[in-house]
């Protein structure tokens, strides 16, 4: 059985509910059931077989949802593709996963007709009227909105599924610059899906919110969680995530109960939404992933959300969740982090030294997952490559003795300077206890340290910030060079953009990186701990 399961039993018994309240339309689910058969014929029609990769390249919207359900019960493979993604790097990804068939929105059909990016596609299937004509694109084949429409809601016959058969393809950068695709089975994402539903007690009727791009995993959540449980599934617009105060009058119009998205996203309704000040009475619970939560701001958030039980996820693309930890209250102030919590999804783990030996408790090793969300493997370079089992994250963490696990940075983010070990992630902790530091991240140049901070007071001097570094700090992690600057650049998935953020950093880029203020330089003996 696969993802597509889910909709039909709830379109019979509760036809007139709504599954996605997108900001399109709304589609019950009998509609979504009934769309998704169209979508599904047409894809059928024009040569989808068991396991072709489907592009879906298209706005969140209701239609989205029931082509990506459609595409599953053609016995397709979706992909989602990044909307904001550049037509050189949609290109790539065209290409590395054979991709024959797209389902497109118009809005993006004429970008991309402009752009000229085609590769292998044969077909494309749109979601809505164009004006593009179809003469334009000859050879490819277009099949325009009417097509879809008019096709039949019946149901087609099963495509004959097996767990272990290939869900989705979601693309993530590769350590050579080049995309790689994720591979998921309808296995890896039910068992993450249904373990999520009941950990975080999904019930029928129930408002989630959907924040993430289907293009991030987080999305795995939003849309096949909330239709196993026939609950409505709330999609948040891209304008409105950008908006700390429109994502939070999204909450309250919407009577939103349950949410799932980076910290970035509830530190913004904190911060330019008047979380604090208006509250959130409709939430219930919160999922929260993807990227560490300053404790200063988690301790706020909580604050303004007494009601509301509050989920700490964990796990790379690769994994989906492997750990999870419910936060039983606010941190304490002297508090630097929680908990990413013990083994979930039916996972098992391990954390074992660069021999591949496990470690004590309180040693710190990196982290192998093994069990059911774990990927099938890599779509790289236009071939598959299983993944290997236990996989190897490159996270690096420790377990308690209570035996929960604490995160201690990326294997990548090991630097060393001037001959000594350097977690960046350490380096950041310590920025993000200054009270006037926003957000800050760090890296390596050269053998020397730099940091890039956000300041909430304007104030902030640079000096004050390697002042504060001496104190909680050795010498050798305090930043040689600290960089304030009005904001960080971020990825279409709302986390800290590191790479355009370094770049930035060494072409002298102001107009990414603008600074706060000219900074000069000091010299040691006046910020050195006394």
């Not at 007139?16 to 059928?44: M, Q, S």
């Not at 429109?246 to 119009?253: E, F, K, S, T, Y």
């Not at 300053?294 to 750990?323: D, I, Q, S």
């Not at 977690?423 to 957000?439: Q, Y």
Request: charged share 20%; with cysteine.
């Amino acid at each position: 059985m696969g993802l597509e399961r889910y909709v039909t039993p709830w379109a019979e018994r509760e036809p007139t509910r709504i599954a996605v309240d997108g900001p399109d339309e709304a589609l019950t689910y009998a509609e979504l059931d009934r769309l998704a058969n169209r979508f599904a014929r047409v894809l059928r029609s024009i040569g989808v077989c068991p396991g072709d990769r489907v592009g879906i390249h298209a706005h969140r919207s209701a239609r989205t949802v029931a082509a990506m359900l459609g595409t599953l019960r053609a016995g397709g493979v979706y992909v989602p593709l990044d909307p904001g993604s550049p037509p050189a790097r949609l290109g790539l990804i065209v290409k590395d996963c054979g991709l024959a068939y797209v389902v497109i929105s118009p809005p993006l059909f004429g970008h991309w007709h402009a752009a000229g990016v085609s590769g292998p596609i044969e077909h494309f299937v749109l979601t809505g009227p164009s004006e593009i004509r179809v003469a334009d694109l000859a050879p490819i084949h277009v099949h325009p909105w009417s097509e879809v429409q008019a096709a039949a809601g019946a149901p087609l016959e099963s495509p004959g599924r097996l767990p272990d058969d290939l869900a989705y393809v979601l693309y993530t950068s590769g350590s050579t610059g080049i995309p790689k695709g994720v591979m998921l089975s309808h296995r890896n994402a039910v068992a993450f899906v249904d373990w999520a539903a009941d950990a975080i007690g999904l019930r029928e009727g129930d408002r989630v919110a959907s924040v993430a791009p289907f293009h991030f995993d987080l999305s795995v959540f939003d849309v096949w969680a909330t239709l196993s449980r026939g609950a409505t599934m709330v999609v948040v617009d891209e304008a409105t995530v950008v908006s700390g105060r429109r994502m939070l009058d999204r909450i309250h119009a919407k009577s939103i109960q349950v949410w799932y998205s980076v910290p970035s996203a509830l530190i913004l309704m904190l911060e330019t939404g008047g979380l604090a000040e208006r509250g959130a009475p409709s939430l219930r619970s919160i999922f929260f992933a993807g990227e560490i939560f300053p404790m200063k701001h988690l301790r706020k958030v909580m604050a303004a959300l007494p009601h509301v039980c509050f989920f700490n996820l964990f796990g790379p693309t690769e994994t989906n969740v492997c750990l999870a930890y419910e936060v039983p209250g606010p941190p304490a102030p002297d508090a630097v982090a929680i908990p990413i919590g013990r083994a979930s999804c039916g996972d098992v783990i391990s954390i074992v030294d660069s021999e591949g030996k496990e470690v004590p408790d309180g040693q710190v090793g990196e982290l192998l997952v093994d069990g059911p969300t774990v990927m099938l493997g890599y779509w790289e370079g236009g071939r598959r490559t299983p993944a290997r089992h236990p996989y190897p994250t490159g996270d690096m963490v420790s377990r308690r003795p209570d035996g929960e696990i604490l995160y201690h940075g990326r294997r990548d983010h090991m630097v060393k300077i001037h001959g000594f070990r350097v977690e960046l992630g350490e380096v950041e902790s310590a920025l993000h206890t200054h009270p006037a530091i926003h957000e800050a991240i760090a890296f390596a140049v050269d053998q020397q340290l730099v940091a890039v901070a956000v300041p909430s007071d304007p104030a902030l001097s640079v000096l004050e910030v390697k002042r504060h570094c001496a104190d909680r700090l050795p010498r050798y992690m305090i930043p040689s060079d600290v960089r304030l600057v009005e904001g960080l650049p971020r990825t279409s998935n709302g986390k800290v953009d590191r790479v355009r953020t370094r770049e930035a950093m060494l072409a002298g880029d102001g107009s990414i990186l603008k600074p706060l203020r000219r900074v000069e330089p000091r010299k040691e003996t006046e910020w050195k701990r006394a």
